[in-house]
């Protein structure tokens, strides 16, 4: 009986996240609450161990309600139209993997509690999530997609001031709130008065930012600098049309016959959507490639417009030695690299590329390359890329000799990197274009949290931002988050806006995510501090137990 309340806490934790998920409950203030069953059940697995009786457990119970998390909220992944192997290798490396990475978070927190006490155990708790939430944006299993501040993308009235924290901000107001509250009803179910301090503490902490973002909301004042945009969204279909049944010359055709009722001389940018371009096109000979030639005479009667779209593109190196580390062979001995690209072209300015640097796991890398580059070719296709597209080190920005305008271009997954995006802003970028395709999941809430997430981009740098989607939702977002002519899922259809070019450096832009870094700095701390303690009381333990047997 106590096995099955545990393990019903465990799917009342699960889907307490889901309810407050965007495009599933999109009612975030459940996570607040979110955490408490596994505090619970921490503290009643450390009750029953201090008494004697079995406590084991804690990880796998854990485990069932970061599974279920991860499951309620991007079940959507499943809905790739591929064959029975690739569902189960990706939506297993979401469901399963990030399910065990966070319950070893936990399995730490409850080691931690365990050897530093309650208070700085629930301190622990705190630093090892937003340890755990930094790691998962740097390494090569990255995947943020679940960051615990990314669910307030669709409440953005309530978190302004990520223009100060980003999204760590976000998920350190989430585990703060879950502590205290589960504090003050521990000690309230133990008719212990320090309830009132926790509760009075916890309505502290969920009022100041709703009041801070209230303020900054109320004081801000967009700046007049309008960039005149036309947004398309072709509504190619990707698996049946993309790279199938349509020409590229048919696609670029039909992305241009819908913009072309909303153009005249004074559209600034045309944007078209990842991999518009499907066709890979050598990097080093765009100036003579058909398609490009198209788009340009397109433009020649508005010669102060620029296209900026999505494509891929492949570069040749005359060399029988590996010459990076995302290069792959050829059969003549020589190597290429192949990339998921943006470019600018128009107004007979030379054409700027930026190739995505942010990758997809699984589909556009493989992890580790020390490991897995030496049997590349041994491993077999599972429906997406066998190797890893190539990246570049700096962020380049999309100028034009017809305005003043620096444009950051973001390419799909990349739009959930904030920290790495902050970049682009020091770097001078005064709009954010973001390009992408997320077609591949049907009408699921997949395309709806990615852009909601945009939102927060938006709010975090005080940029505007124009979003193209092949398939939807497109539109285009203020400084403040909202979202403007949001377009219908898998509706051909072009948009016209004007959004505002901003110079402003917001103090995230320039410190990007501080709060993450102390935390890593202050959870590897204490985790180190609970070690020595254990290894301590061990040397004690065993010291008194060899004195008791001498005796």
Known sequence: MRRLLYIAAMVVSG????????????????????????????????????????HKGFFWYAFLAMFLW??????????????????????????????????????LFRFAKRHLGVQRGHIAFVLFWMTFEYLHYHWDLSYPWLTLGNAWSDTTSWIQWYEYTGVSGGSLWVLLMNVLLYRAIRDFRAHNKRWKIFGGISVSVIFLPLIWSTLIRSNYQEPNDPIDLVVIQPNIDPYSEKFGSMTPQEQLQKMLSLAQPLMDENVDYVIGPETALPQAINCDRLDSNPLLEYINAYLAPFPDARMVTGFSCYRNYDTNKRPSETARKREDGTWMDFYNSALQTGGGDPITIYHKSQLVLGVEKMPFPWLFNPIQELIFDLGGTTGTLGTQKERTLLTSSSNDFKIAPVICWESVYGDYLGEYMRNGADAIFIITNDGWWDNT???????????????????????????????????????????????????????????????????????????????????????????????????????????
């Open 70 to 107: 991860n499951m309620f909220t991007t079940w959507w992944i499943w809905c790739v139209k591929e064959g029975l192997a690739t569902k189960l290798i990706s939506a297993g490396t979401a469901f399963i993997l990030n399910g065990l990475f966070m319950a070893i978070v936990l399995r």
């Open 15 to 54: 889907g307490l996240f889901a309810l407050g998920w965007p495009g599933i409950g999109n009612m975030p203030w459940f996570l607040f609450v979110a955490f408490v069953p596994i505090l619970w059940l921490e503290d009643e697995l450390a009750s029953r161990r201090e008494a004697g009786e079995s």
């Open 445 to 551: 809430p997949g395309s709806v949290q990615h852009l909601a997430y945009a939102r927060l981009l938006a709010i975090e740098f005080r940029r505007g931002v124009g979003r193209s989607a092949n398939t939807g939702i497109s539109g285009f977002i203020s400084p403040l988050g909202e979202v403007i002519q949001p377009t219908g899922w898998w509706t051909a259809t072009a948009i016209r806006d004007k959004i505002n070019a901003s110079d402003e450096i917001t103090f995230y832009a320039r410190y990007g995510d501080f709060l993450y870094r102390i935390s890593a700095w202050l959870g590897c701390f204490l985790l180190l501090f609970a070690i020595a303690i254990k290894l301590k009381n061990g040397k004690q333990n065993k010291k008194e137990s060899h004195t008791s047997a001498m005796h």
